[in-house]
Structures are given as C-alpha cells and as structure tokens.
C-alpha cells in the first residue's frame, strides 16, 4: 500500500467512513451466513430443570414469567433460539397465576402434555391442552391461571428479536386476576371456530381473532391428507395455522405449522432462508442438519438457523405395539416476514452436506 493509500484510509477512519471494498464480503456473502448454529434441547434434560425453577423460582410482578429460554450456543449467550426467533420453556406451577400484562412482541404457545391451565386473551379464558397452539398477538393483555394440584409446562414463542427495531412496548396489567372462569370453550372458539364460516358484522383484526387450535382438529387434518395420499410429498403431511377470515398467516411475524411423517418416511432435503425451530410432539426419527444426524423424540427442540441443510426422517417402527406410528413436529418460522421482504427462497439440500453455497 502507498503512503497515499494509507494516508486515504486514516483519513476514511477519523471521518467515521468504512469504504465498501474492503466489507463487501462481509456484508454481501453469496449466501447466508448465520451466526446461530444448528441445535438440539433435548425434552428429558429440559423438564426437570424447569421443574426445579418450579420449586425455587417464584412468579410474579418483576420476572412476570417462568419461562426458560433456549439460547443459542453461537449467539454468544443471548437469549434466542435463532437471531429471529425466541423459545421457552414455561413452568405454571399447581394453583398459580402468572399476571396480566401486554406488550407489543407477538406470542404463542405449544403444549406437549397435559391440561389444566387456562391462558387469559383479552379477558376471554382459553383452555389449554396437549396438542393445542394458542395466540397471544401483541399488544393483548394475556395472564395464565393454573387451578389444578398439578404443575404444567408448555413451549413459548415470540418474535422478540423483530421488535428490536427501537418498537418495543411493555405494560403491566393489573395485580390479580379477576376472572379465573375455566369454560370448555372460549369465546373467541364460540365465534370464529365454524369451517369455513365467517361471522357478518365482526371486525376483522390483523392478527387472527381464534385464539385456540384445537389438537383434534390438527390430527384430524393431518391424519386425512395421509389416508388420502396428498400433502407435501408421499408420507409427509402438513397444515399451516392460519386467519380464518383471510387465510394468511395466524401470526403476522411467526409462521406456524404442524407436520406429520408417516412410520419409515423421508422428506426430500431441503434448505431455505430463514430460520425455524421445531418441536416433536409424538414419535421419533431423525433430523439431518448440515450433514449431521440428531436423533430425536417427544419433546425435544431443534433450532435451524438460515440456509441450513435439513432432512427429516420417521423411525421405522418394527415392534407390533409401534406399528404404524408416525413423528409429529411442530414448527414455527419467520417466513412471513422474509416474504413480505422478499427475502424468502428455498432450494434442494446442497450436494455436499455442510456447504453452504
């Protein structure tokens, strides 16, 4: 380099200028480079620690929450599953109550097992089952009271990092929670959970106004396109959870899905900007990420971060009482947001596991 050259470049750096040709690799790679690593939280090591929170954690106004997130081992200790998605872990202990409170990054919530606990929207009380998905759009006040002798645990998910964009609110509710009715049904199921039927003279909210996906109504679709032979590939059934008055995404940062791969079956390889995690809810296989094979089963949580190479697969069940089971995932996305970017692509695995190309 000149002196002149150098000169040039302290001169760029005491006027706070970084010239494009020296980071251009950097800020334009030829494909995604994400910081997040693929990974695996296994269900059996994850319970009993929030169990033990149950024990020594309490919840109230403050931590509002027992929830555990899942933190990316190559986020450098941030507390996100990917750089776009954030999951946890929550732990209602018996006769507990999380308050009410609100805040602009949307949410949902999986459940694995049991019942028992009731997830306030808006002052409409939501039954919780396993199997079920329920919303908590931003900026709706939301509590979750547990009357029952027994503890419950479910997935959360939330679009936190989105909202990091310098738009983030948070607001308390009040103390306690005035209604803890537990109806079969909630309202917002009363009114909008007819197929294919839309109230008149409702308003239509930008999120979807249902706040409960019902588990029966998952297995019943998943178990029909199998029978029938149609989904997305032979043996490899799947639904997206959607508004009922539009059809777009329940969510409008988080797409969610649930999926179903019949005893034996392989999905084709594939990779997508983007990232995901997913959860199994029942039976076992295999996820094959950027070439390496993880093993998996109920319960456990998979992070796949941007342009990862992923293969599904469903143990092939031998045993005479495991006959015909299938793996059931649950998945959620940032899809509707690299799509309204038109940033979303998606292509066959790569020919050379591991290669990001």
């Not at 081992?73 to 599953?81: I, S, T, V």
């Not at 039927?197 to 178990?223: C, F, M, Q």
Request: proline letters at 10%.
């Amino acid at each position: 380099m000149t002196p002149e050259e150098q000169r040039l470049y302290q001169d760029f750096e005491r006027a706070s200028l970084v010239p494009l040709w020296t980071v251009r690799e950097g800020l334009m790679p030829p494909t995604p480079t994400p910081r997040a690593v693929p990974h695996l939280w296994h269900w059996a090591r994850l319970h009993p620690l929030a169990a033990r929170a149950g024990d020594l954690v309490p919840v109230g106004r403050g931590g509002e929450r027992r929830a555990i997130a899942l933190a990316n081992p190559g986020l450098a200790g941030q507390p996100f599953a990917t750089p776009t998605l954030w999951a946890a872990i929550q732990y209602l202990g018996p006769r507990e109550v999380a308050p009410p409170h609100r805040h602009s990054q949307s949410a949902f919530r999986f459940v694995l097992e049991g019942e028992g606990v009731w997830t306030v929207v808006d002052g409409d009380p939501v039954a919780m089952r396993g199997g079920d998905l329920l919303l908590t759009p931003g900026m709706c006040f939301h509590a979750h009271h547990n009357p029952r002798s027994t503890p419950m645990t479910w997935l959360d998910g939330l679009d936190i990092p989105f909202v990091h964009l310098d738009a983030g609110f948070f607001e308390y509710g009040p103390d306690g929670l005035d209604d803890r009715s537990t109806p079969e049904r909630s309202r917002a199921e009363r009114l909008w959970a007819h197929p294919g039927l839309r109230p008149l003279g409702v308003p239509e909210p930008a999120h979807s106004p249902l706040i409960a996906y019902r588990w029966g109504h998952t297995d019943a679709a998943l178990t029909a396109q199998l029978d029938l032979a149609v989904g997305v590939e032979p043996g490899h059934a799947a639904v997206r959870f959607t508004h009922p008055a539009t059809g777009g995404d329940a969510l409008a940062t988080i797409r969610l899905e649930a999926h179903r791969f019949a005893a034996g079956a392989r999905g084709a390889p594939t990779r997508e900007a983007g990232s995901s995690v997913w959860q199994v809810f029942a039976g076992s296989g295999t996820l094959t990420l950027d070439g390496r094979r993880h093993p998996v089963g109920r319960g456990d949580l998979v992070a796949v971060p941007s342009w990862t190479d992923l293969a599904i697969e469903a143990a092939d069940s031998r045993e005479p009482e495991e006959a015909g089971a299938s793996l059931d995932l649950f998945r959620f996305s940032d899809a509707p947001v690299l799509e309204r970017l038109g940033l979303a692509r998606a292509a066959p695995s790569s020919p050379h596991p591991g290669a990001r190309r």
